[in-house]
C-alpha cells in the first residue's frame, strides 16, 4: 500500500482490488457504469460524485465513477481502492 502525497487531498492508503475479496465484495465496470457484488447484495452507481453505499455488516463505503471505464471506492475515509476497466 501507498500513501500518496496530494496537496489539498485527504492522505488515503492506495490499495488492490483484492482488499474488496477480503470484505466479501467484488467489483467492475460494466457497461459504464460501477457494479459492486456481495453480502447479498448489487449496487450499481453511474454518476461522479461519491455515494454512500453499506452492505449488510459492512459500512463506510464510499464509491463513484472517476471517468469513463474507471471507478473508485473509499473504505472508511482512510483506504482508496482504484477500479479499472477490464478487457
Sequence with gaps: ????????????????????????????????????????GQVKISSRRFQSLAFPGLRGLEARLVKLGEGEIIVNKTVLIPIPVVF
Design 1 to 40: 500500500m501507498v500513501r500518496p502525497r496530494n496537496k489539498g487531498a485527504p492522505n488515503l492508503i492506495v490499495a488492490g482490488p483484492t482488499i474488496l475479496a477480503d470484505l466479501g465484495l467484488n467489483a467492475a465496470i460494466q457497461h459504464n457504469v460501477l457494479v459492486i457484488v456481495g453480502r447479498g
